[in-house]
Nanobody, 114 residues
Framework: QRQLVESGGGSVQPGGSLRLSCKAQRMILSTFSGAGAAWYRQAPVKERELVASITSDRSTHYTDSVKGRFIISKDNGKRTVYLQMNSVDNGNTAVYYC?????GGKGTQVTVTA
């Protein structure tokens, strides 16, 4: 089953921080190490959008709205991708997904609320 597990979401106040994790436990290590990864989000009544991506050689890209606040990273030994979210705002409320190659998960909900 090509499944991974996103976690770390929850409720957070504006200006707060969260760290999301995405673990591909059943993926072959060499496949994970050689793959890029990305975090997407989907807010209610909006289309899914790319938040951040990282290549196999750790080059990163961020959508403009999160630059300087979010950090994507990848721990190959743990088969895990992270998204450090700092200084969150109401616009960050969404379900966050982290597909890696053909693996996908159910996402993790992030709710920014005072």
């Amino acid at each position: 089953q090509r499944q991974l597990v996103e976690s770390g979401g929850g409720s957070v106040q504006p200006g707060g921080s969260l760290r999301l994790s995405c673990k591909a436990q059943r993926m072959i290590l060499s496949t994970f190490s050689g793959a890029g990864a990305a975090w997407y989000r989907q807010a209610p009544v909006k289309e899914r959008e790319l938040v951040a991506s990282i290549t196999s050689d750790r080059s990163t890209h961020y959508t403009d709205s999160v630059k300087g606040r979010f950090i994507i990273s990848k721990d190959n030994g743990k088969r895990t991708v992270y998204l450090q979210m700092n200084s969150v705002d109401n616009g960050n409320t969404a379900v966050y997904y982290c597909p890696v190659t053909t693996y996908g998960g159910k996402g993790t909900q992030v709710t920014v609320t005072a």
